[in-house]
């Protein structure tokens, strides 16, 4: 007997064996305990290979208590798995069932299990461990970052061995430095995987969870939704980075605290992503979405600041085929289809998504092709002065028809020009051809003081120095600024920075015009109307469409009297009858401007320049040009 195991007090070997030891039931349901295994496999350390790290561990232990094996074993639902084995007949063996473990009792216990002689043992009569040489036993816990028993750290005999104090001591050290390199490793691995300002997963995160839960039994599919709040983008460049940080973490905290188990990422600077748990369909997963829109509903409030939220939504719901790079890109192609939508919220099941993805290819691609190839045309539609019907200009609108795909409506190619970039190049092309030909006309039929309107995109103020553009294409054209104007639509004010403001300005600073296209159909802030150097608004042609009823007349009343209070002209669009017209001027808009198919349809260059010729024989050499004669009423084409 060794100086060590003389400092054992006497003991009954089978009560020393079994002190530790749990039934097979409470084994089971500490080894299956489902917030355990789910720390387990977030360590990303099962099925991962031996390494020097732990090996030198393990070969320590076997040097310094001269026992043939040392195991530093990984206890999953159903088997555990050796991340380092020294000592084993068949080295390349790295797993067993759990039959063959003891230590799953380690992992029941939380805390060394120490067995001299296994075959004393009564709870271990069903185990084959004794049966495949394991005689004596001692393991301590593996533990994680979290707390979680990974399963031990052991030392085994193949014969009867009596542990003393130090041995166990040591064992337990060592133990304790496994559990320490493995704590490591998971705050490294929460770290790279871990946004540091919100706490939230970020985008690599996010895919290890979806994957995870991909390859989990699931009866029913999941659903991955992509958020996007652009207001971060106003908070940033208005209030700075440091309240627009304080956001981020607000709706963080908001997310994660109303939707429960569901997984919540931070995708981008503007982005977050929540993965539900099953849903049954696209309708439930749309019931996820309002559970966002709850969640963020009120506004938040950082450093004295009442900061709204208006999320964007989109939602892909998986099939059984699905990796999750499809289901995060299905989900990000819904959010873009989801700012089109009336309540910022769009759902797509995969097969339909990909179907949408590839007609979304073809036509990009054929549009790339026609830009090149300068293959779209430019339709001009009149505007007239209410007052006497008179020609005051046109807004240039672009058409496009295609060999292979047909008439393709600017509803659908449009988006898909903004969402790939060649809205930058197709607008270009606009402008500098209405410039062109507005100033061609002008040259022809200068009795007339032609204008000509063109549209901005949102999306051309973001990637491109409009201002800049608009110079270079009067410059080029000679066309008088003041006889230009430029449309934005209300989604430029949406999120407004200097950047958009300052190009606005600019674009005023020229002498060209700026119409509010579509007003009182977007969610602009009212005090935008003051700041922005406006000439004129539009009354967007749903107005147009009922004005049979009463509220709607209210409405258009009010923007007239608005425009009229802030000195801002107003044009009219979408009149299609006598009786639309004669209601318009009641309400007070004699003077407005006005379109419609009621005045004209958008027409090339070749049949508008006939109507110019008549036109300006009826002007005579006094100039000012006479009513243009009605036209039959036909669905409209923007």
Same mark, same amino acid.
């Given at each position: 007997? /060794?100086?060590a195991?003389?400092?054992?007090? %006497? @003991?009954?070997? !089978?009560?020393?064996?079994? *002190?530790q &030891?749990? #039934?097979?039931q /409470?084994?089971?349901?500490s080894?299956?305990? %489902? @917030?355990?295994? !789910?720390?387990?496999?977030d *360590?990303? &350390?099962? #099925?991962t ?17 001269? *026992?043939?094996?040392?195991?530093v ?7 555990q ?5 020294v000592?084993?007949?068949d080295p ?6 759990l039959?063959h473990?003891?230590?799953?009792q380690?992992?029941?216990?939380g805390g ?8 004393a ?6 185990n ?6 394991v005689?004596?036993?001692?393991g301590?816990p593996l533990?994680g ?5 990974y ?12 542990w003393s ?10 133990g ?5 390199e ?10 790279l995987?871990?946004d540091?300002?919100t706490?939230l997963?970020h985008?690599d ?9 991909l ?8 659903a991955?939704?992509?958020?996007a709040v ?6 940033d ?8 940080d304080?956001?981020?973490v607000?709706?963080?905290?908001r ?5 429960g ?5 931070r995708?981008?600077?503007e982005?977050?992503?929540v993965?539900s748990?099953?849903?049954?369909g696209?309708?439930e ?9 709850d969640?963020?509903?009120?506004p938040?409030?950082?450093?004295g ?8 939504i989109?939602i892909a719901?998986s099939e ?8 995060i ?6 959010l873009?289809e ?9 759902a797509?099941?995969?097969?339909k998504l990909?179907a949408e993805?590839?007609e ?5 691609n054929a ?6 190839r ?6 001009y ?10 020609l005051y200009?046109?807004e ?8 292979e ?6 509803s659908t190619?449009?988006p ?9 190049p197709?607008g ?10 507005a ?9 007339l ?9 949102p ?9 800049a ?9 000679g066309?008088p ?17 200097e950047?958009?403001?300052?190009q606005?300005?600019?674009?005023a600073?020229?002498?060209?015009a700026?119409?509010?296209?579509d ?6 802030s009212l005090?935008?109307l003051?700041?922005l150097p406006?000439?004129?608004l539009?009354i967007?042609?749903s107005?147009i469409?009922?004005?049979e ?6 409405i ?5 009297a608005?425009?009229d209070?802030?000195?801002?002209d107003?044009?009219v669009?979408g ?10 001027r009641?309400m ?16 090339p260059?070749?049949?508008v320049r006939?109507?110019?010729s008549?036109?300006?024989?009826l ?13 039959a009423?036909?669905p409209?084409?923007?």
């Open positions: 007997m /060794s100086d195991d003389a400092e054992l007090p %006497p @003991a009954n070997p !089978a009560e020393r064996n079994s *002190a &030891l749990s #039934d097979a /409470s084994v089971a349901e080894v299956r305990d %489902p @917030a355990r295994l !789910a720390a387990l496999r *360590a990303r &350390l099962l #099925d290979g031996p390494e020097d790290s732990f090996d030198r561990l393990t070969r320590l232990a076997v040097e310094l208590l001269d *026992a043939p094996v040392s195991l074993s990984l206890v999953d639902e159903d088997r798995y050796f991340k380092s084995a000592g084993l007949l390349s063996a790295r797993e067993t069932p039959s473990s003891i230590c799953q380690v992992v029941a216990a060394p299990v120490i067995i001299d002689d296994t075959r043992v009564e709870a271990l009569r069903y084959a461990a004794p049966e495949l040489g005689s004596a036993y001692a301590v533990r970052p979290e707390g979680a028993v399963g031990a750290f052991c030392v085994i005999d193949s014969k009867e061995r009596r104090p130090r041995e166990i001591e040591l064992i337990e050290h060592l304790t430095a496994a559990s320490g493995i704590e490591l490793r998971g705050r490294l691995a929460h770290a995987r871990h540091t300002l706490g997963p985008r995160g996010f895919v290890v969870h979806l994957e995870d839960a390859r989990a039994p699931q009866e029913s599919p999941l991955v939704l992509a958020i652009e207001a971060l983008g106003v908070v460049s208005s209030l700075g980075r440091e309240i627009r304080k956001m981020l607000g709706i963080a905290v997310l994660k605290e109303r939707l188990e569901a997984v919540v990422a995708m981008g600077d982005q977050f992503a993965l748990g099953a849903v049954a696209e309708r997963a749309l019931g996820w979405a309002d559970a966002v829109r969640a963020l509903a009120e938040l409030e950082v450093s600041h009442i900061l709204p939220v208006f999320p964007h989109g719901v059984p085929t699905d990796s999750a790079h499809d289901l890109g299905g989900a990000a192609a819904a873009r989801a700012v089109a939508q009336p309540d910022h919220v769009h797509v099941g995969l097969p990909r993805a590839i979304r290819l073809l036509v990009e549009l790339r092709l026609a830009i090149q300068r293959a779209l045309r430019v339709f539609q009149p505007k007239v002065r209410l007052s006497d019907r008179s200009g046109f240039a609108l672009l058409r496009w028809e295609d060999a795909l047909g008439n393709v409506p600017p190619f449009i898909i020009a903004e969402a790939s970039g060649l809205i930058a197709l270009q092309l606009v402008l500098v051809e209405a410039c062109r030909q100033s061609e006309w002008r040259s022809a039929f200068p009795a003081d032609l204008s000509m309107a063109v549209n901005l995109s999306r051309q103020m973001q990637i491109t120095d409009v201002a553009l608009v110079g270079e294409a009067l410059e080029q054209t066309l600024p003041e006889r230009l104007t430029i449309e934005i639509t209300e989604g430029v004010l949406m999120a407004p920075s950047g958009k403001i300052g606005l300005r600019r674009i600073g020229l002498g060209v700026l119409e509010l296209d007003f009182g159909t977007g969610y602009s005090s935008y003051a700041q406006l000439c004129s539009k967007d042609r107005f469409s009922r004005l009823e009463e509220r709607t007349r209210t258009v009343a009010a923007i007239i608005l425009g209070a802030l000195h801002l107003v044009t669009e009149i299609e009858t006598e009786a639309q017209l004669e209601r318009i009641a007070g808009c004699a003077d407005c401007v006005a379109q419609g198919y009621l005045f004209g349809r958008p027409k260059a070749e049949p006939d109507l110019l008549a036109e300006a024989a002007a005579g050499p006094e100039g000012g040009s006479a009513p243009l004669p009605v036209v009423s036909t409209p084409q923007r």
